[in-house]
């Protein structure tokens, strides 16, 4: 039986998702845009910042990562967790340049006791002090860990599937698909909104694609948050070689996003950066309403400031923090 654009489901098939992308592109657009309007105010884009903690050295092998670190030719620092301090410092930053939500990423395989995840645990408290959503992503975690993130004042944790189940091997060994889905679960069962979406270009194909939005529209709720990435090629990891995506395919994935997760925030990420100006209304006319801010996202390169306040003036949203900082 067919639904209206913008029914919240959890029985989509690969197949239908599928057909949903391959939709003439116009169609899938006009459809996409019809589906965020029911549950979104179109003229709404949320504005985040995204702040690397604890920077490289991680143990996990993903093909896509500088921070790995098993990619020894990358030509990245390694540092240590920030102090608390600094980091609710740079938050209030963000905060002035017009950032409504502040996400933390620490290069860990997992959460562990200790000194660090303390710190962790303040900086969360001191962003949500600030009036800010607070995410963060640390790897996998475990029950009593997510209940010390929520009784802080979380608002999402973020634990990307990446890509599909079936691509996934290729991509990562260092880590399972069911340990993803566990942390998910995890974080879940005590009340933190999930963000969880993957990145495109990386060698898959278009059914793999298909098949992560699978995953995502098969959880109940859906994720509250989806960031749809582009892959940035960096040298010394094994997929620097691989060629950026045309845009019109992250175009595509975010219309895609957002027919099949209609309530979801769909968030243009990584590779926002390699997109013109017109590119990214598209994508934001598609179903996108969210973007980063900031010159970097984590260790790769991200839209300026200053470019940002020009893209929300020529949409007619202009933003006086970000004019009076550029």
Known sequence: MNRPDGAIRHDW???????LHDLP????????????RRHHDPNRVQKASLLSIKTGGCPENCA?????????????????LMEPGKVIAMAATAKAAGAERFCMGAAWRQV???REFDAVIEMVAGVR???????????????????????????????????SPEFYGRIITTRTYEDRLETLATVR???IDLCCGGIIGMGETIRDRASMLHVLSGMDPHPESVPINALVPVAGTPLARRPRIDPLELVRMVATARLVLPASTVRLSAGRSALNREAQILCLVAGANSVFY?????????????????????IGEPDRACASAA
């Not at 098939?13 to 057909?19: F, L, R, S, W």
């Not at 116009?26 to 019809?34: D, Q, S, T, Y």
């Open 13 to 19: 098939t690969i197949e239908a998702i599928v057909a």
């Open 25 to 36: 592109l116009l169609e899938l657009v006009g459809r996409a845009n019809a589906a965020h």
């Open 64 to 80: 896509y990562c500088p921070q790995s670190a098993h990619h020894r030719e990358v030509d990245l620092t390694r540092d240590r």
């Open 112 to 114: 562990r006791d200790g």
């Open 129 to 163: 002090a600030l009036g800010m959503e607070a995410c963060v992503t640390l790897g996998m975690l475990k029950p009593h860990q997510a209940e010390r993130l929520a009784a802080a004042g979380l608002t999402a944790y973020n634990h990307n599937l990446d890509t």
């Open 189 to 191: 069962s005590f009340g």
């Open 294 to 314: 900031g010159d970097t996202l984590l260790t790769t390169p991200n839209a300026g400031i200053g470019e940002d306040a020009a893209l929300f003036a020529a």
